[in-house]
T-cell receptor
């Protein structure tokens, strides 16, 4: 089954404790991205990757890091989480990017930073 | 700045009561407009892509239309299982997706 898998689904952590949210896709997609979803703000892109070893900032990259060492994996790293990073996070993948692309989303990771 | 606005924020309909959701955008080179459905606790699921004014696409009880400034998602004779948040996203000249905040649709049996 074609899917994007995120882990964990739920996470509660304390301020400053480094964490990683994993994302893996089994569709051999070139393009992967991370979004956060907050009430009243919609989905906002954090980082994206157009291929292995190619990553770039989205609209809200501050406080986040990513890496793309393998095509299927695109982890999101919070080196020193803060309460304003409490949010619902989604990983997405697509065969390409731009207007001809259908994005597949993971199930989401609900992160709470206290 | 490119913007995407969805209305209404929330909509409650009786089962079988048809209606429309709106997605308006300020254009800086529209490349494509997407509709997604999001169920509680899940990621968005792709529904349609529209590329040019006058284009229409249908899927079951849903029909999406596009003009030069907005898109409508028409829901005909909805059922309770159509309850979800419907997201609009627009691809502008920079080829990134800009999402609206969504319309939360509730269909009452």
């Amino acid at each position: 089954e074609a899917q994007v898998t995120q882990n964990p689904r739920y996470l509660i952590t304390v301020t400053g404790k480094k964490l990683t949210v994993t994302c893996s896709q089994n569709m051999n997609h070139e393009y992967m991205s991370w979004y956060r979803q907050d009430p009243g703000l919609g989905l906002r892109q954090i980082y994206y990757s157009m291929n292995v070893e190619v990553t770039d900032k989205g609209d809200v990259p501050e406080g986040y890091k990513v890496s793309r060492k393998e095509k299927r994996n695109f982890p999101l790293i919070l080196e020193s989480p803060s309460p304003n990073q409490t949010s619902l996070y989604f990983c997405a993948s697509s065969y390409s990017y731009g207007p001809n692309t259908e994005a597949f989303f993971g199930q989401g990771t609900r992160l709470t930073v206290v | 700045e490119d913007q995407v606005t969805q209305s209404p924020e929330a909509l409650r309909l009786q089962e079988g009561e048809s209606s429309s959701l709106n997605c308006s955008y300020t254009v800086s080179g529209l490349r494509g407009l997407f509709w997604y459905r999001q169920d509680p606790g899940k990621g968005p699921e792709f529904l349609f892509t529209l590329y040019s004014a006058g284009e229409e696409k249908e899927k079951e009880r849903l029909k999406a239309t596009l003009t030069k400034k907005e898109s409508f998602l028409h829901i005909t004779a909805p059922k309770p299982e159509d309850s979800a948040t419907y997201l609009c996203a627009v691809c502008f000249g920079n080829e990134k997706l800009t999402f609206g905040t969504g319309t939360r649709l509730t269909i009452i049996p």
